[in-house]
């Protein structure tokens, strides 16, 4: 019997921006599994399904808890938010892979933060981009450093995820301060999105310099232009350098 489990990124959590494919995997799935927030969003979609949660940073035992129901013979859909191979669980799912026989996890991708804010802010994401988490949960800050220092000398558009926490609160000024001494301008067109494809929608533009002083939370994704981004009304657009 072949057994499945679908690793589903479920985008921001709104039923628009879950694929067809995404949508059809969840229709086939036995049980749900995710972080407590993602599971009650899909409620309101798949209210009749079976669910199982787990709270923030138990990510090991979620993805075991999944080959375990799937070894009962369940079909089990693994959701996660934005994409699941963007910080998401479909690294983990491949890691464990080898403690398990005859399951086959399947990864449906999803619509990442950076691409459904960069709809809300305009076209930032024109040209060379690159995405980097603030959150030094498992990643070192010395690294996190290293590596806004080489998007900042790249000219590389720069989205962050994961900008601010209750445990976090100055990361954001942190890393503008970082990418200001590696070069980047103080007018450098910035912008940022809230509660992207979720309710209480809220999307700003600014230059870094202003940026540095913003309170942001968890749920915020920040985008740092490169030396061809500007501000045009109440948008945020990345040349592509064509002739127009």
């Known amino acids: 019997m072949e057994r499945v489990i679908y ?5 921001p959590g709104d039923e628009e921006y879950l694929t067809a494919q995404a949508r059809e995997a969840l229709m086939k799935a036995d049980v749900i599994v995710g972080y407590t927030l993602y599971a009650e969003l899909m409620k ?3 209210p009749d399904k079976e669910y199982r ?4 940073r138990m990510e090991v035992e979620r993805c075991r808890l999944c080959y375990e129901l799937c070894k009962e013979g369940k079909t089990v859909a693994l959701i996660c938010s934005g994409d699941a191979g963007v910080y998401g669980m479909a690294s983990p799912m491949y ?3 080898n403690e398990y026989t005859d399951i086959e996890p399947v990864v449906i991708p999803g619509i990442t933060a950076a691409l459904s804010g960069a709809a809300v802010l305009g076209a930032p994401l024109g040209h060379d981009h690159c995405i980097i988490s603030l959150s030094d949960l498992l990643t070192p800050w010395e690294v996190i450093e290293r590596r806004l220092k080489a998007a900042t000398d790249g000219d590389f558009v720069t989205v962050l995820y994961n900008p601010s926490s209750k445990k976090r609160k100055d990361y954001l ?3 503008c301060d970082i990418m200001l001494a590696a070069g980047a301008k103080r007018d450098c067109a910035c ?3 809230q509660n992207i494809g979720r309710e209480g929608t809220r ?5 870094l310099e202003e940026l540095r002083f913003e309170e942001v939370d968890m749920f915020t994704t920040v985008f740092i232009g490169n030396s061809e981004s500007y501000i045009k009304g109440d948008k945020l657009i990345t040349s592509r350098n064509y002739r127009i």
Do not use: N, S, W
């Open 7 to 11: 690793i589903i990124g479920m985008g």
């Open 44 to 46: 309101k979609i798949f």
């Open 53 to 56: 949660t787990t709270g923030m």
């Open 95 to 97: 890691e464990m892979l």
């Open 173 to 175: 000024q942190r890393a």
């Open 191 to 193: 912008g940022y999105v």
């Open 203 to 207: 999307a700003k533009t600014l230059t």
